[in-house]
């Protein structure tokens, strides 16, 4: 991104409108937050390259893999408006009513972490890649870790639907000090590399939440990423849709 401070500025108007929506009873604006990775992936220019791995079962043999990288994102403020104006008419009467019937869609559901260290533990041992960074890991720690999300997502879907609502984001910031004081005691640092890695790596998102991170004690930053540089090293950069940009 060129501008990064901007990701503060238009949380801080987020704010304002919202707060004034309040005084005033008015619908809260929507800041448009579970849409933006899906927009973004829209905007971002990628090229495949592609990757050959030779073999040593014979003269002339190899392993052809194309490698996609994203190399640029189109900046601009049209789509951005044009959502803005379509929030507006999705709040009248009729729309609502269509719209409270539709199924939810699967999204990426498929990403989730706590889905994939379900499908791990269900997966075959001859089916795991031998690099797979889970296999570091013992299995109960992994089921004891995704013991505490399912409790915190399920605590937080529970009062979303009770008149403590309002106090949802409470909730979710009384995971920090659970994330900072307690779980570090049942698990080992070289675990939690593998089990709760970094969400934003990238170093604009980075540079726009403030710099990188204060990594914890005897905590190398190499040994974090491991997942997602694994990842990109086999398939390249995920891209969540297959009308993005591609060259």
């Not at 199924?103 to 075959?124: D, M, R």
């Not at 998102?205 to 991170?213: F, I, N, T």
Request: hydrophobic content about 45%; proline content about 6%; charged content about 20%.
């Amino acid at each position: 991104m060129k501008k990064p401070g901007g990701f503060h500025w238009d949380f801080f108007l987020l704010g304002c409108t919202t707060f004034i929506s309040g005084i005033l009873g008015l619908p809260m604006p929507n800041g448009l937050v579970p849409q933006a990775p899906v927009h973004t992936d829209s905007l971002t220019v990628y090229e495949t390259d592609l990757e050959i791995i030779p073999t040593s079962e014979g003269e002339g043999t190899e392993i052809r893999r194309s490698v996609v990288r994203a190399t640029a994102v189109v900046e601009q403020r049209v789509s951005h408006f044009l959502m803005g104006l379509g929030l507006i008419g999705t709040m009248t009467g009729p729309l609502l009513v269509i719209l409270h019937v539709m199924p939810a869609a699967w999204g990426s559901i498929e990403s989730n972490g706590i889905l994939q260290k379900l499908i791990y533990l269900q997966s075959e041992r001859r089916f795991i890649q031998r690099d797979d960074p889970m296999l570091r890991v013992r299995r109960r720690k992994i089921i004891l870790f995704i013991g505490l999300q399912l409790v915190g997502v399920a605590a937080c879907v529970a009062v979303s639907h009770t008149l403590a609502a309002i106090g949802f984001p409470i909730l979710v910031i009384l995971l920090i000090p659970l994330r900072i004081l307690l779980v570090p005691r049942w698990f080992t640092l070289q675990e939690l590399q593998i089990l709760d890695d970094f969400t934003a790596t990238n170093k604009m998102v980075l540079a726009s939440l403030g710099g990188k991170p204060v990594l914890p004690e005897h905590s190398k930053e190499e040994g974090w990423g491991l997942e997602r540089r694994r990842s990109e090293a086999r398939h390249g950069v995920p891209r969540q849709r297959a009308g993005s940009i591609h060259r």
